[in-house]
């Protein structure tokens, strides 16, 4: 377990973060351990408030998504305005 959760907070928090030196992060232990497996985190299951968790989760989630879509959004922008450069081209 302790592996899981330390691949995810240099994943959250940079390869270089010392993460035993940090407070314990509950939104990675839920997404290290897939969420709340049994009702409890595996982990420091006494130390997390499953709430702000839950929250924070659900708010990088969502941060997630929105910059994904932007990114789909520009890529579809950017492949029609090739297409049309090359169709104009070719005329």
Known sequence: MQALYKDAFQ????SDSEWMKQPIDGSVIYQACGGKPHGRFPICDGLIRTPSVVSNVRAESYSVEIIQQTQDRFEREINE???KTV?????
């Open 11 to 14: 994943k959250k928090h940079g």
């Open 81 to 83: 305005r090739i297409n």
């Open 87 to 91: 169709e104009d081209k070719l005329s």
